[in-house]
């Protein structure tokens, strides 16, 4: 008897598990197919739509700034334009895409045989990161599904684990545009058309950490091998090959006491020599380390007026290095 309620026991548990292993399943399936993010990814789309609105109607030569954040808050492309008389685009998005997403869309998308780009990535973005990372999984999950889909089956099961099951769920009840309903600063309607960021006044201490040192994201040296010096050296010969010119700066972030020490400049230097050797013109700016009243919520985001000072400085270097370009011809 004792003998026969065991394997009832045990045939109910097995029951159990293998309906909630095809619920599981079913799920996952779900996600991938119908999950879509309507908070930071829908953020990130309708900038990428404007700043495409923007490129598509430029008919000649321009300058598209490129990275993350930091060049979405810290670079005004408005002014450049009036400033250099040619038109400039703001492509600077959000770091999370990771930087093979962000060189490869800015490839198909938005750079045209003839531009220049200025380059300027967080210093995170150096480091050989092989999984894509929460943000650029619910962000191809949602509004991607083209770049995804030649994403190898591991990394697609990745994006798919990287949804939680109630955010999946709340995605199916929760749909609306963040241009109606979002009252923060990320929101499309703070974009000019340019793609600069817009609002970014005073300092938001809330998000702020003021202490940080930002070098040590640059924690190894550079090596030839690893994931992220080959998507940039691929990104830089694509631009050559289609006759773009690839001009580096370093991203503005907050002065540190420790940034005196010999290693941290050394660590600028290294990626100053890794981008000269790729035949990439680096702009000398005197202001990569400004006071920390200039920056407005995160170490990589200036607010306006350390953007104009910003600003200022890549305008007079790029006026030398476009005049220093119109001699050679």
Known sequence: MNLKLSNKYKLYNLKVLVLFSVLYVCLLFSTYFFYKDFGFSLWVEEIY????????????????????????????????????????????TSAGLRIQYLLDRATKDFIKPGDTVLLSLEYRLYNDIKSNGAILDKYL????????????????????????????????????SINEKNNTIYNVKNLNKNGDQQGNNGQNTERFSKEDNVLNELSKKLNYKENFTIHIIKFIQWCQSNNVKVLYVHPAIPYHQEY???????????????????????????NVFLEKKFFYDTTYHLNNQGRKIRTNDISNKLKFYLNLKNKSI
Do not use: C, H
């Not at 598209?64 to 005004?76: E, T």
């Open 49 to 92: 739509n404007s700043k495409l609105n923007y490129s598509n109607s430029i008919d000649k030569n321009k300058l598209v700034l490129l990275g993350g954040s930091n060049v979405l808050f810290s670079i005004d492309a408005e002014t450049l334009e009036k400033e250099l008389n040619m038109p400039v685009l703001n492509l600077g």
């Open 141 to 176: 999950l949602s509004y991607d599904r083209e770049y995804l889909s030649k994403q190898t089956f591991l990394k697609k099961a990745q994006s798919t684990f990287s949804v939680r099951p109630d955010e999946f769920i709340k995605s199916l009840k929760y749909k609306r």
């Open 260 to 286: 005196k020490e010999p290693k941290n400049l050394l660590r600028l230097r290294e990626l100053e020599y890794f981008y000269k050797q790729q035949d990439v013109f680096v702009l000398d700016i005197k």
